[in-house]
């Protein structure tokens, strides 16, 4: 059984974008069982335990059969390894996917990031609302080319696969702007990837893991 390592509780502004979510999407979307493993911020999260697992004290990380496994990016990756619903089978088609996957988060999500922090957790500092301009319109551009990129397809590469499962959890953290519906077809393919019975389930069992989940 896989064990998924996720918070026991995070502010509710956060909620739907904590990177547990990928990991839950992925393992839907795979057809595989896991349990959750809830850690509380500050002690649990900084113990010598928790950091022997996630060596940084984030979430999230997931353990199997003694394989203990952190970064969001590289735990996508090993389930996609057991799903060609996430990997194509074909050499070529795998690594096109693996290429989104890293776009996802070394292109988009480095600005991305950086406006929902300056928006979610100082947007009252001077030096976020000095920098937010700069922070907006390099977002605005890698959307417009992410745009670009995927033209008329429905899916990055046609069909869907982990490169798409990785785009939209970076896309959806925007949720608190209107940057997306800038783009009409990124609008579009974020409602068609989050449409995805897998995505629903994901973002269930992610809201329902939390310890006050009507909250
Ligand atoms: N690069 C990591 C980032 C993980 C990350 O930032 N996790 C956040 C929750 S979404 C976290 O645990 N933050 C608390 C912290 O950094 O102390 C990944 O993709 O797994």
Known sequence: MITLYSYRWVPD???????????????????????????????EQNSPA???????????????GGLVLFESGAIVLQIGER???LLPTDPAGRARA?????AALNTLEPPIQQLAEIDLFH?????????RP????????????????????????????????MMATVLHILRHTELVDEQPRLRAY?????????????????????????S
Not at 15 to 43: F, H, K, N, P, T
Not at 123 to 131: G, I, N, S, V
Not at 190 to 214: G, K, Q
Request: hydrophobic share 45%.
């Open 13 to 43: 502004m956060v909620r739907g974008v904590v990177r547990d979510v990928r990991v839950r999407w992925a393992l839907e979307e795979a057809g595989l069982d896991y349990q959750d493993w809830l850690i509380s911020l500050g002690d």
């Open 50 to 64: 928790y950091r022997a697992c996630q060596p940084f004290g984030q979430v999230p990380a997931i353990e199997e």
């Open 83 to 85: 799903s060609p619903v």
């Open 98 to 102: 693996i290429s989104w996957l890293f």
């Open 123 to 131: 947007a009252d500092k001077a030096w976020a609302r000095e920098r």
């Open 134 to 165: 700069e922070t907006e319109a390099w977002v605005r551009k890698r959307l417009a080319e992410l745009a670009a990129a995927l033209g008329e397809k429905d899916f990055l590469e046609g069909e869907f696969t982990l490169g798409d499962l």
């Open 190 to 214: 974020l409602d068609r990837c989050e449409a995805r019975p897998a995505f629903e389930r994901a973002l269930r069992d992610h809201f329902a893991s939390f310890e006050d989940p009507v």
